[in-house]
Structures are given as structure tokens and as C-alpha cells.
């Protein structure tokens, strides 16, 4: 009602919504909120949102209605944060999603907007926004034919939709003066014989309805026509109707329905793994995709779609290898390659990846901006700075709003300590990679003054950045707020706490729903951790380097002397694993035989501070006749883990938590980088700006681990053996 324009039944409708709505109360608010941003109170609609955003700080739809407020006063990133924030928490809700769409287009992201928008057409089909808005943006890519049928989709749902009539009138005034004339052909007739005993289906016409932007006819049309017995033809363009109506139930039970007739058809299975996969059911999916497999299916295709899905479910070197069997079988598919380069990139196969591109680019079967994100990481990670630069650059000056790629020119810069633009890029991190994104409703900290106000920091990313950002705080201190609350990790408040008690912190998990936002009373603002190095830390000179840590002396004192009653020192704590294979753990991490020439280097007692399982790993060092000392309960508690860390003499470790907790205590430590590490470890400095204490040694060439380890073998044997365990 309230988008056909009849505000004032919509406003009695929303008092009047079922007993079982989930959060009634909130949803009514947010629904009169809605009526009065299409009644143009633009005042009134940020009240009622806000009001319900202090009651429930993560309720999606609340943020969605700032979003709308946001982009209609054109504060366009303000209606981006909201609209992402919104569509992480209601994943399948069309109208956010749509919204989202529609952020990213007014910011000229048009990739990020093309994807939005059809998630939301496919939940939605009959939504006209969506089509107008997906047409825009086909016209803004260079795709006139689409944005032509998109045009005609919203105009068949509104034959007197105004925005649509306008700018499919425009779009043809510009085809005629460039003498272009775009017509909306049949599509041929399907080359599937008919059984003489059925009448065949006329797709040839269901698709030119479908063509013309009229869906629903098109799907009726072939229900209308369904045989008793369809064939494999019919049951998969049926699917594919049903899918692009936003039915994905109908589609999948279309297709099961046909296995039980024909469960030995392999091409059938292809169709429910792609129907599951659109539903989010990655088991399910790989499931299905095995199964066409195992039935004879040895197209490109199913390997292809079960490496991408073997990808998302964090199996990335099983999808790696079915991308690689999908261009075996399809050698000369521009978009296997595609993919299988992107499955390289994604396993840190950079050399390969990077030939593939180059190679789809030279022979003209793939345009720069199809490529240009992962291609740029490829490049960063072989050390071709300036090459990736130049393309990123060169995209960025018609795609300047465009997060991925804001992002990735950002960690280039924060490598070569241009902390200045590097920040600036790196502000665009949030919604490159959206998953965890959050926000909050307060107004976003610009840098304005801060003296007797109320400021939020919200934590995010992971614990070693929690660390490293929070070395930030005492800047924002020196701007006199009347009160700062930081959220930080269940896992690393205590230390935190300690370490900077003119602050309030938080402990959370870090989950959407901000609970514990609403016990705040009065907030001015709230900054995202990561933004305070922008604010802070422009130059070389902003970096004390010093250590800002600080743990319980009596825990310290208690783990040096445990050390102590096993054996004299030196004591050198080591890591030897760090991230994840989603964040490179194929080249950040070691193997064990490759610790122990260093640990010959020097008598001194080992101690484990690797994280997770490593009791075999621990097993296999005593074997070789390496004892090691292990406490895993200093390790799970990272308050217990700091104070371990400060009574140790050295540490040695590749990067991971460990080296911000022990640079932030001012322990010595020797990293162990990849030839090409994260950005925070740079590519040219010997000390970390943010830890005086911390020394980086890199791979010379990618791989060569000896050569790190005999620098770091000098260091240990250079190291201390009198620290007395006090509290930095």
C-alpha cells in the first residue's frame, strides 16, 4: 500500500500486523517510519528508525530505512554502510537487497550494484525499481539490449511506470542518433525431438514473452502446455523460468520430480546442484554435482560448478583441482579459464594465475575491468607493484567508487609505508569484503572535534588487529572525549582493559545483533577501529613504536618462575602456522622440519606458542630429540598468553596473533615473512612502525624458508638471556 502510494491505510495497516509477525513492535515502527519517507518527513522517518535502532541496535530493517533517509539526502556512503549492515543481517530480504543495488549504483560500483539488484529481482520478480535500476546500470556497462528488456520487464509490471517510460524513451533517442536499433527477437525453437505422443512446448514463444519482459505470461504459457511426460528439455527450461521468477522451490521439486523418473540421468543432477547452490545448500550442491560425475557427466561445466562450490565451503584445494579437470576438458572456455584463474588467485598460484589473464586479455576474450580485482592481487603478490598500480589506477578513474578495487590500490600503498593514501583506500575495506560488516546508528566520526563527547569504537576484523589498531587509542584520548567505550574480542578485553583504563571496554563476540549498544545511554558518534590509523597515523613520525600492553605482573611472575623450575633459559617462545587458507596459510606458514636447524642454533628451552592442535606436532618434536615446553591453557586465554609472553627472553614467529601481542609487551621477536607478506610487514622496513621490539625477516625470493631461518638464527643467537619477566 505504502509504495502504491495509499500512505494513509498503510499507516492503519501498520498497527495492524499479524500476532505472529516476528518483532511486531519493532516491524510497525519501522513501517510507519516507511510511511512517512514516501510522505516526504524525511524528519519523522529518522526518528521513528532511530528510535527503534536505541531499543534494538541491529535490527536490519531500521537500518534500511536510515539507508533510504541517507541516499535521498545523498549522503551516498552513509546509505551504503546502513544498506550493507542491513543485508547482512536479513540475507534474503529483497527490498534491502534492492537497496544495497541501488547504493552501489549511485556510488558508480556498478558490478557490485548489476549483482545486488538481480538477487533482488530473483526474489522479486515483479519489483519494478529493481528492473528500472538494473536496467541503468546495463546501460551505464555498455549493455543497451539489456537495459532495453529490463525496461520492458518493469514497464509490463507498471505499463505506466513514468521513470521507466522515460528512460526507455531516452535510451532509444540515443540509439536512433547513433543510428543503432535494438529489436527483441524470437529465440529459435529447442532442438529436442517431441515424442510423437505429446504435444510440443512452444519456447520458442514462452521466451520471446519472456524476452518482452513478460515473465509471468511466459511461466503460465508453460504450464499451460506441461506434458505428462516432459523431457529433459522441457523439465530444465521449466527450472530455469521458475529460478528467474524467484520460485527456487518450485524449480528444484520441477527437477526432482524428473529423477524419479529418470534417476540415472547425470544431466538432471547438474540442474539440482545448480538449483541447490542458488538456495545456499553448498552440501547439497556438492552432493549433487558428485553425482553427475559418477554418472558420466564429463562437461567442464559440472567440475567447474562443483570447484565454486567446493570453494565457498572453504575446500579450496579440492576446488582448485576440479577447475583444473574443467579447462582439461574444455581447453578453448574463456570463462572456465576465468574461473580456474580466480580459483589460482584464490590459493596463492599467482604465476599461473597471472598467465591466464594475460593470455584471455591478449587474445581479446575477456575485457580488463572481467579481471581486474584478481589480476591485481596476482600482480601485488609477485612483487609487480607498478603493473598492478597502473591497472588499477586506470580502472579507478571511470570506477572511483569501486570498493575491490579502492581496497586492493589501498594495500599496495600501506606496503610501501604511503600511509596517507594508503589509509585513504583502506576506509573502503568494510565493503570490499562485507561479510562482518557492521555499523552502527550514531553519526560516523570525520575526525570533528571530540572534547566533552561520547565516542564508540567498534571492533573488527580479527585479534591481531585489534591489538595493532588499538595502539591508536591513546591519540584519540589526547582529544579529550568525555567518555570512550571500545568494543574489543571476549578474547582480548581483559588486556585491553588494563592496558588503557581511561576507556570502557566491551567484551563481545562481535555478532550483529549490538546488544550491548543500547545499555550506552547518550552517544555523540562511533568510529570503526580500523579507521583510527586514517586519523592517526599519516606519517612515519605518527608510530611510536613503543610498547602500550600491559599484564598482570603477578601472572608474568608466576609463568617465569614455572619456566624457570623446568630448566635455565634462554627462553624463546615460536609459531610456526598463521592464517587461514582464505588468508594465504599456504605461504605464511612453515613446516616443523624447517624450525629445527634454528632451534640447533642455540641451546636454549622452546617454547610452543602455536595456537590450536599441535599435540602430534609436539609428539614429533620430542621424538627427533627437541624437547619443547607446552601449556596450552596460556595460549587458549590470550590474557594468561600475554603474561606467558612477557616472561619469555625471545620469540621467534611467522605472522600471525602472536606478533602483535608480543610487540605490543615490547618482547624482541623475529618475524618469519613470506617473500610478499600482508601489508602490515611491508616490503622494505627491517622494524615494524607500530613495534620498535619486532624485527621482520622476509623470504629473499618466494618460498626460500633457509634463507629466513638463517637470518632468524643469528637473531637467537644474538638474543638475551637476562630479562626478568616485568610488566611492560
Sequence with gaps: MAAAGKLDQARVASDQLIANTPHRGLMARCLKGHVHFLGQRDQLAEEEFRAVLAEAPGFAYAHYGLSL????????????????????VATNEPRVLAQLGYCYMLLDAYGAAEQHLQKAIKLAPKDKHSWNNLAIVSRLKGDPLNAKRCWLQALHIDPEFGQALENLARLDEELQQADMRIEVEKQPAPTTPVQADQQAIPWADIHYLQACGQADEALNRAEAAWPQDPTLDDVRQLASLYKQSGDHESALQTLRDYTERHPEEAEIWLSIGESLLGLNDLKGAIDAFRKAVDLGDSSGLVHANLGSTLHANEQYAEGLAEMRLAVALEPTSATLQKRLAASLTMCCEYEEAEQIYRSLLSAGQVQINEV?????????????????????????????????????????????????????????????????????????WAGEPLAGKTIVVLAEQGLGDQIMFA??????????????????????????????????????????????????????????????????RKHAQDFSGKPFLRTDPHRVAYWRARLRERCAGPYIGFSWKGGTELTRSPVRSMSIEAFKPLMQARPAQWVCLQYGEVSDTIATFEASGQPVIHWPEAIADLDEFGALLSALDFVVTVCNTTVHFAGGLGVPTAV????????????????????????????????????????????????????????F
Design 672 to 727: 618469519l615473512a613470506p617473500h610478499i607478506p600482508e601489508w602490515r610487514y611491508g616490503v622494505s622496513f627491517k622494524t615494524m612502525p607500530w613495534y620498535d621490539s619486532v624485527r621482520v625477516h622476509r623470504q629473499p625470493q618466494p618460498g626460500n624458508w633457509p634463507a629466513v631461518m638463517e637470518a632468524a638464527a643469528q637473531a637467537v643467537m644474538a638474543c638475551s638471556d637476562n630479562r626478568s619477566g616485568e610488566n
Design 471 to 536: 595502539s591508536c587509542l591513546p591519540d584519540l584520548l589526547k582529544l579529550n572525549p568525555a567518555k570512550v567505550y571500545v568494543e574489543a574480542s571476549y578474547r582480548v578485553s581483559d588486556i585491553l582493559q588494563r592496558s588503557f583504563p581511561e576507556c570502557e571496554f566491551i567484551s563481545t563476540r562481535q555478532k550483529k545483533d549490538l546488544e550491548w549498544v543500547k545499555d550506552l545511554g547518550h552517544v555523540d558518534c562511533f568510529v570503526p577501529l580500523g579507521d583510527l590509523p586514517f586519523h592517526f
Design 69 to 88: 533517509i541517507f541516499a535521498e539526502q545523498k549522503k551516498h556512503s552513509a546509505a551504503l554502510d546502513h544498506a550493507l549492515f542491513a543485508s547482512n
Design 372 to 444: 581486474q580485482g584478481n589480476l591485481a592481487v596476482a600482480l601485488v603478490y609477485l612483487g609487480r607493484f607498478d603493473e598492478a598500480l597502473e591497472h588499477l589506477n586506470q580502472i579507478i578513474t571511470t570506477q572511483s567508487h569501486d570498493p575491490t578495487l579502492r581496497f586492493m590500490r589501498g594495500l599496495i600503498h600501506l606496503l610501501h609505508e604511503r600511509w596517507e593514501a594508503g589509509w585513504t583506500d583502506y576506509t573502503w575495506r568494510g565493503t570490499s569484503n562485507s561479510k562482518q560488516f557492521r555499523t552502527l546508528a550514531f553519526d560516523k
